[in-house]
DNA sequence: ATGGCTACAGCATGTAGA
Protein backbone atom coordinates (compact mmCIF):
# COMPACT_ATOMS: atom_id res chain seq x y z
CA UNK A 1 0.00 0.00 0.00
CA UNK A 2 1.32 3.38 -0.92
CA UNK A 3 0.12 6.87 1.09
CA UNK A 4 0.99 9.91 0.22
CA UNK A 5 0.00 13.41 1.50
CA UNK A 6 0.59 17.05 -0.05
CA UNK A 7 -0.43 20.84 1.18
CA UNK A 8 -2.10 21.69 -1.94
CA UNK A 9 -2.15 25.68 -1.02
CA UNK A 10 -5.35 25.49 -3.34
CA UNK A 11 -7.33 22.62 -5.06
CA UNK A 12 -8.52 25.09 -7.56
CA UNK A 13 -5.76 26.08 -8.66
CA UNK A 14 -4.16 22.87 -8.35
CA UNK A 15 -5.95 20.14 -9.50
CA UNK A 16 -4.13 19.29 -12.66
CA UNK A 17 -0.79 19.35 -10.18
CA UNK A 18 -2.75 16.90 -8.25
CA UNK A 19 -4.27 14.84 -11.58
CA UNK A 20 -0.50 14.27 -12.82
CA UNK A 21 0.59 13.21 -9.24
CA UNK A 22 -1.85 10.66 -8.70
CA UNK A 23 -1.37 9.29 -12.87
CA UNK A 24 2.92 9.18 -12.00
CA UNK A 25 3.05 8.30 -8.42
CA UNK A 26 -0.05 5.96 -8.22
CA UNK A 27 -0.53 6.04 -4.69
CA UNK A 28 -3.54 4.07 -3.42
CA UNK A 29 -4.31 7.39 -0.95
CA UNK A 30 -3.44 11.04 -1.47
CA UNK A 31 -4.57 13.23 1.81
CA UNK A 32 -4.83 16.66 0.38
CA UNK A 33 -4.82 19.77 2.57
CA UNK A 34 -5.24 23.37 2.15
CA UNK A 35 -7.63 23.02 -0.28
CA UNK A 36 -8.87 26.67 0.17
CA UNK A 37 -12.41 25.89 -1.33
CA UNK A 38 -15.75 25.06 -0.22
CA UNK A 39 -16.72 21.64 -0.39
CA UNK A 40 -18.88 21.78 -3.14
CA UNK A 41 -16.28 24.20 -4.85
CA UNK A 42 -14.11 20.74 -5.19
CA UNK A 43 -12.75 20.35 -8.49
CA UNK A 44 -14.14 16.92 -8.60
CA UNK A 45 -14.02 17.04 -12.52
CA UNK A 46 -10.23 16.99 -12.75
CA UNK A 47 -10.47 13.18 -11.28
CA UNK A 48 -13.57 11.84 -12.65
CA UNK A 49 -11.36 9.52 -15.12
CA UNK A 50 -8.22 8.86 -13.04
CA UNK A 51 -9.56 6.08 -11.21
CA UNK A 52 -9.65 7.42 -7.30
CA UNK A 53 -12.67 8.24 -5.64
CA UNK A 54 -12.92 11.31 -3.74
CA UNK A 55 -14.21 12.72 -0.42
CA UNK A 56 -13.17 16.29 0.74
CA UNK A 57 -14.23 18.30 3.53
CA UNK A 58 -14.32 22.34 2.68
CA UNK A 59 -14.39 25.55 4.56
CA UNK A 60 -16.41 29.08 3.82
CA UNK A 61 -13.75 31.54 3.38
CA UNK A 62 -11.60 30.64 1.58
CA UNK A 63 -9.29 28.69 4.38
CA UNK A 64 -7.98 25.52 5.37
CA UNK A 65 -9.98 22.42 3.44
CA UNK A 66 -8.87 18.84 3.57
CA UNK A 67 -9.28 15.76 1.01
CA UNK A 68 -8.60 12.53 0.87
CA UNK A 69 -8.36 10.88 -3.28
CA UNK A 70 -8.42 6.72 -3.15
CA UNK A 71 -7.81 3.80 -5.64
CA UNK A 72 -9.19 1.57 -2.57
CA UNK A 73 -12.81 1.26 -1.11
CA UNK A 74 -12.94 3.72 1.99
CA UNK A 75 -15.60 4.92 4.05
CA UNK A 76 -14.79 8.39 5.68
CA UNK A 77 -15.21 7.91 9.68
CA UNK A 78 -14.49 11.75 10.84
CA UNK A 79 -14.51 14.94 9.32
CA UNK A 80 -13.94 16.64 12.70
CA UNK A 81 -11.45 16.16 15.18
CA UNK A 82 -13.17 15.68 18.78
CA UNK A 83 -12.51 17.82 21.92
CA UNK A 84 -13.64 21.50 21.24
CA UNK A 85 -17.31 22.60 20.88
CA UNK A 86 -17.70 25.10 17.94
CA UNK A 87 -14.61 24.37 16.27
CA UNK A 88 -15.72 25.30 12.71
CA UNK A 89 -11.94 24.68 11.17
CA UNK A 90 -12.17 22.24 8.19
CA UNK A 91 -8.28 20.43 9.38
CA UNK A 92 -9.64 16.69 10.21
CA UNK A 93 -10.61 14.02 7.94
CA UNK A 94 -10.10 9.63 8.84
CA UNK A 95 -10.96 6.74 6.62
CA UNK A 96 -11.28 3.10 6.96
CA UNK A 97 -9.51 1.67 3.57
CA UNK A 98 -6.62 -1.23 3.46
CA UNK A 99 -7.87 -2.67 6.66
CA UNK A 100 -5.84 0.34 8.13
CA UNK A 101 -7.78 3.63 10.16
CA UNK A 102 -5.63 6.63 7.89
CA UNK A 103 -6.63 10.30 9.37
CA UNK A 104 -5.53 13.59 7.29
CA UNK A 105 -4.74 16.60 9.02
CA UNK A 106 -4.11 20.06 8.74
CA UNK A 107 -2.58 21.36 11.90
CA UNK A 108 -2.68 24.79 12.44
CA UNK A 109 0.21 26.88 11.87
CA UNK A 110 -0.26 28.91 15.08
CA UNK A 111 1.69 32.17 14.10
CA UNK A 112 -1.29 34.50 13.49
CA UNK A 113 -4.03 35.44 15.66
CA UNK A 114 -1.84 36.28 18.68
CA UNK A 115 -1.59 33.98 22.13
CA UNK A 116 -5.22 32.52 20.98
CA UNK A 117 -3.76 31.67 17.72
CA UNK A 118 -0.83 29.89 18.93
CA UNK A 119 -2.94 28.52 22.64
CA UNK A 120 -5.71 27.09 19.77
CA UNK A 121 -2.80 25.04 18.00
CA UNK A 122 -1.68 23.68 21.09
CA UNK A 123 -5.24 22.52 22.00
CA UNK A 124 -5.62 21.04 18.45
CA UNK A 125 -2.32 19.12 19.27
CA UNK A 126 -3.58 17.72 22.65
CA UNK A 127 -6.73 16.79 21.22
CA UNK A 128 -4.96 14.70 18.31
CA UNK A 129 -2.85 12.92 20.70
CA UNK A 130 -5.85 11.88 23.24
CA UNK A 131 -7.61 10.70 19.42
CA UNK A 132 -4.81 9.15 18.72
CA UNK A 133 -4.34 7.36 21.69
CA UNK A 134 -7.59 5.82 21.75
CA UNK A 135 -6.75 5.16 18.23
CA UNK A 136 -3.57 3.06 18.76
CA UNK A 137 -5.75 1.29 21.81
CA UNK A 138 -7.05 -0.93 18.91
CA UNK A 139 -5.11 -3.22 17.22
CA UNK A 140 -6.24 -1.80 14.03
CA UNK A 141 -3.41 -0.55 12.09
CA UNK A 142 -3.26 3.24 12.21
CA UNK A 143 -1.23 6.44 10.10
CA UNK A 144 -1.64 10.02 10.27
CA UNK A 145 -0.83 12.07 7.67
CA UNK A 146 -0.43 15.47 6.61
CA UNK A 147 0.41 19.14 7.53
CA UNK A 148 1.43 19.52 10.86
CA UNK A 149 3.28 22.96 11.06
CA UNK A 150 5.95 21.49 13.22
CA UNK A 151 9.38 20.87 12.56
CA UNK A 152 10.16 18.45 15.00
CA UNK A 153 13.93 19.07 15.73
CA UNK A 154 16.63 21.31 14.52
CA UNK A 155 17.53 18.48 11.70
CA UNK A 156 14.12 19.91 10.34
CA UNK A 157 14.37 23.35 8.90
CA UNK A 158 18.02 24.89 7.28
CA UNK A 159 19.42 26.98 9.90
CA UNK A 160 18.04 30.79 9.92
CA UNK A 161 14.94 29.55 8.30
CA UNK A 162 12.79 30.66 10.88
CA UNK A 163 13.17 32.46 14.06
CA UNK A 164 13.17 30.54 17.67
CA UNK A 165 9.62 32.03 18.17
CA UNK A 166 8.30 30.90 15.52
CA UNK A 167 5.11 28.75 16.38
CA UNK A 168 6.78 25.74 13.96
CA UNK A 169 9.61 25.42 16.16
CA UNK A 170 9.03 26.82 19.45
CA UNK A 171 9.61 24.29 22.85
CA UNK A 172 6.11 23.79 23.03
CA UNK A 173 5.34 22.90 19.89
CA UNK A 174 8.09 20.59 19.80
CA UNK A 175 7.24 18.90 22.73
CA UNK A 176 3.52 18.40 22.07
CA UNK A 177 5.11 16.62 18.99
CA UNK A 178 7.05 14.40 20.89
CA UNK A 179 4.22 13.81 23.39
CA UNK A 180 2.13 12.73 20.58
CA UNK A 181 5.07 10.57 18.97
CA UNK A 182 5.62 8.70 22.43
CA UNK A 183 2.58 7.40 22.60
CA UNK A 184 4.11 4.65 19.86
CA UNK A 185 4.19 6.28 16.81
CA UNK A 186 7.09 6.37 14.39
CA UNK A 187 8.08 8.96 11.79
CA UNK A 188 8.10 7.33 8.92
CA UNK A 189 10.95 9.59 7.18
CA UNK A 190 13.15 9.75 10.26
CA UNK A 191 12.99 6.08 10.21
CA UNK A 192 14.74 5.73 6.90
CA UNK A 193 16.74 8.62 6.86
CA UNK A 194 17.23 9.45 10.72
CA UNK A 195 19.98 11.49 9.30
CA UNK A 196 19.22 13.73 6.37
CA UNK A 197 18.47 17.17 6.20
CA UNK A 198 15.10 16.56 4.48
CA UNK A 199 12.34 19.21 3.31
CA UNK A 200 8.60 19.37 2.47
CA UNK A 201 8.22 22.66 2.05
CA UNK A 202 9.94 26.10 0.56
CA UNK A 203 8.51 29.77 1.10
CA UNK A 204 7.88 31.40 -2.27
CA UNK A 205 10.47 33.56 -3.80
CA UNK A 206 14.00 32.66 -3.49
CA UNK A 207 13.96 29.79 -0.60
CA UNK A 208 13.67 26.87 -2.67
CA UNK A 209 16.52 27.27 -4.76
CA UNK A 210 18.40 28.25 -1.67
CA UNK A 211 16.93 25.00 -0.15
CA UNK A 212 15.97 27.16 2.53
CA UNK A 213 13.09 24.73 3.46
CA UNK A 214 11.23 23.29 6.72
CA UNK A 215 10.12 19.80 7.30
CA UNK A 216 6.30 19.76 7.97
CA UNK A 217 4.42 17.64 6.77
CA UNK A 218 4.32 13.85 8.18
CA UNK A 219 3.58 10.37 8.08
CA UNK A 220 3.17 8.69 11.47
CA UNK A 221 2.96 4.91 11.43
CA UNK A 222 1.84 2.64 14.31
CA UNK A 223 4.12 -0.21 15.02
CA UNK A 224 2.28 -2.54 12.54
CA UNK A 225 2.96 -0.25 9.80
CA UNK A 226 6.16 0.75 10.43
CA UNK A 227 7.30 -3.10 10.47
CA UNK A 228 6.13 -2.62 7.06
CA UNK A 229 7.71 0.60 5.78
CA UNK A 230 9.80 -0.16 2.59
CA UNK A 231 10.47 3.34 1.27
CA UNK A 232 9.71 7.30 1.02
CA UNK A 233 9.62 9.58 -1.26
CA UNK A 234 9.50 13.22 -1.15
CA UNK A 235 8.69 14.37 -4.72
CA UNK A 236 10.60 17.50 -5.40
CA UNK A 237 9.62 17.45 -8.75
CA UNK A 238 6.34 18.88 -8.12
CA UNK A 239 7.91 22.27 -6.57
CA UNK A 240 10.18 22.66 -9.57
CA UNK A 241 6.51 23.30 -11.61
CA UNK A 242 5.11 26.16 -12.87
CA UNK A 243 2.82 27.46 -10.05
CA UNK A 244 3.45 24.84 -7.58
CA UNK A 245 2.30 24.50 -4.09
CA UNK A 246 4.73 26.10 -1.54
CA UNK A 247 4.88 22.35 -0.11
CA UNK A 248 5.39 19.10 -1.55
CA UNK A 249 4.12 15.54 -1.96
CA UNK A 250 5.38 12.72 1.19
CA UNK A 251 4.58 9.28 0.15
CA UNK A 252 5.25 6.28 1.79
CA UNK A 253 5.21 2.48 0.36
CA UNK A 254 4.23 -0.25 2.88
CA UNK A 255 4.92 -4.11 2.06
C1' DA B 1 11.67 38.15 10.93
C1' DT B 2 8.63 39.29 7.16
C1' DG B 3 5.98 39.64 3.28
C1' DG B 4 10.35 40.71 -0.67
C1' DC B 5 5.57 35.65 -2.51
C1' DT B 6 0.93 33.59 -3.14
C1' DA B 7 -4.07 32.85 -2.52
C1' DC B 8 -8.56 34.39 -1.20
C1' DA B 9 -12.66 37.50 -0.30
C1' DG B 10 -14.42 40.81 -2.86
C1' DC B 11 -13.23 45.15 -5.17
C1' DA B 12 -9.39 48.13 -1.46
C1' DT B 13 -6.78 46.23 1.08
C1' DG B 14 -6.81 42.81 5.03
C1' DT B 15 -5.75 38.13 6.56
C1' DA B 16 -3.30 34.01 6.42
C1' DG B 17 0.25 31.11 5.34
C1' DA B 18 5.12 29.27 7.62
Not at 58 to 80: I, T, Y
Not at 183 to 211: C, K, M
Amino acid sequence: MRLSTLNVNSIRKRAPLVREFLDRAQPDLLFLQELKCKTEEFPGDAFADSGYRWHAVGQHGGRNGVAVLSKLPFEVVAEVLPGEDEDTHARYVEVAAGGARLAGIYLPNGNSGGAEGYAYKLRWMQRLRTLAAERLEDTTPYAILGDFNVCPTALDLEPGALPPTDALVRPESRSAFRALMHLGLTDAVRALHPEERLYTYWDYGAAFNANRGLRIDHVLLSASLAERLDKVEIDMSLRSQEQPSDHTAVTVTLR
